[in-house]
């Protein structure tokens, strides 16, 4: 039995727990004001055309995680109850440290992207990977993918409302990466830091969730065999 309050077999209730998790472990608007900082040297026009090119991007290394993560984990023995306890931890613990530590995690995003400050073709590396989509964006998309329904319609549903919120994110880095200089304005380090907080406390709900619902699954089997 699944206790998730979410029905992530419809594609409503895949999207509605994807996006906030992709949300918070991205922070397009934190994203932004490094953007804006590596990218300030350069014609405010060759920075739009990055931040569409970086969006795209974004959205094939979500949409291959998504949907290939958790089969290729699967394909290696791991059980989808074990994916999920292992991939909610890893958001728990990637969250936790969201919340606890900002300043260190933009410090980690500003310093992998200063080769961007210099060299010319910088959309997918650094700005793509890792500054919005690194490692932990990937271990997000993938402990989502182990939310899939085992089988049958909910399936097709479930990858569509996760694919849905994917495309979601990367109109939302699109945005503010392309006004980068207004976000900066409007914002500040402060303010992003603040936002930060507040979707890192909402990304480790979410990695509690899989995990409980993990813990559940492996319940269920140890009934179904004890029976």
């Not at 094939?60 to 292992?86: D, H, P, T």
């Not at 409007?186 to 303010?191: A, F, K």
Request: aromatic share 8%; proline share 4%; charged share 15%.
């Amino acid at each position: 039995m699944d206790l998730s309050p979410l029905p992530v077999e419809s594609v409503v209730g895949a999207f509605l727990l994807a996006f906030p998790a992709l949300f918070s472990i991205v922070n397009p608007i934190g994203s932004a004001l490094i953007f804006h900082g590596v990218t300030s040297s350069r014609e405010r026009t060759e920075r739009h055309r990055m931040a569409g090119r970086v969006a795209v991007y974004a959205l094939i290394v979500l949409l291959v995680s998504l949907w290939l993560g958790g089969y290729v984990l699967n394909f290696f023995g791991v059980s989808l109850s074990a994916l999920r306890i292992g991939g909610g931890l890893v958001v728990a613990v990637r969250a936790w440290g969201l919340l606890m530590q900002p300043e260190e995690h933009e410090e980690r995003k500003a310093s992998s992207a200063e080769p961007a400050q210099d060299a010319e073709d910088v959309a997918f590396f650094p700005l793509t990977m890792p500054l919005t989509t690194g490692p932990g964006t990937i271990a997000v998309a993938i402990a989502l993918s182990s939310q899939r329904p085992a089988s049958g319609i909910g399936t097709f549903s479930f990858f569509a409302g996760v694919s849905a919120a994917a495309l979601a994110i990367t109109a939302v880095i699109w945005l503010c990466y392309r006004w980068a200089d207004e976000v900066t304005r409007l914002l500040g380090r402060g303010g992003a830091r603040v936002l930060s907080r507040l979707v890192a406390f909402l990304l480790l709900c979410v990695g509690v969730q899989i995990i409980v619902t993990g813990v559940t699954g492996i319940g269920g089997l140890l009934t179904a065999h004890g029976a």
